[in-house]
């Protein structure tokens, strides 16, 4: 069965029933320049849209629908894998556009290690005198890093059960374990101790990251492409200028009573 689809093979009479690859990352316009800095900015920012927006609505199902047959006990792990790679790649986004901006130099280990990328971050806002900014746009961002550094969790925790050492990962480790996050539990019997997500406070941490870290990086972009400072005065101009014009989408959503069609409806308007 033919899932790729090319030029010739398009029925543009019909275009919702297909997803276009492209479209995000070459401004609708049909080109991409990889040797523009900001390609890899805005590619960024896009991609982390679509993670973060995947998990909210995974999660929002499984919660709504009262997690039938315990279901999130499989599905979690694609969810949580698309928070830690949202949040990466936005992060990624931010340091790398505030290099642009600043006309200075980002030199970073390339690897997936979020709280690095989020330390390197918090460091070039400490630089530029932006502690408010870093305060109203990284607080749910440093929970989560927090919380993945309590249990140990590394980048590949909910892709594999064991890590590319064959080692196993924080929550299937039996008890004695290095690998196991719990301590002082009882070793006489070799078990793996039970470890869960709360899956309404993953799901407000989310929504509090996509709101407030994602209006950030949006910030940043725009002080790229279409002026401004890096300041924490411009950037609450900005916020108060999203919270004005998110009011007025408000009703938008309120007059949905469909709940699928609701979240979707709210992801499409304040996440995409």
Known sequence: MQIFYGEKDIDYNNPNGYAFLNWRFDDSMG???KENPFQGISDNFEMGKAYMANAIIAL????YSHNPQNMADTMVFPVLFSVWHGVELWLKSSIYAISLITNTETKMKQNHNIKDYLDALRERLSELNM???????????????????????HFDFARYSFDRKGNYQFYNA?????????????????VVPNTCIKLES????????????????????????????????????????CKNFEKK?????????DPLRHIIRAINLYIL
């Open 31 to 33: 080109g991409n320049n």
């Open 60 to 63: 929002y199902s499984i919660i």
């Open 131 to 153: 502690n408010s900014t870093e305060k109203m746009a990284l607080s749910e961002v440093v929970e989560l890093v927090e919380e993945f550094k309590r249990v140990d969790a």
């Open 174 to 190: 039996p008890v004695g374990d290095d690998k196991q996050w719990q301590k002082g539990l009882a070793t006489d019997i070799q």
């Open 202 to 241: 993953l799901f407000n941490l989310i929504l509090g990251i996509t709101d407030h870290f994602r209006d950030f990086v949006e910030y940043l972009i725009l002080v790229i492409t279409e002026g401004g400072k890096l300041s924490d005065d411009y950037y609450e101009a900005h916020i108060k200028f």
């Open 249 to 257: 989408l408000d009703d938008k959503i309120e007059d949905e009573p």
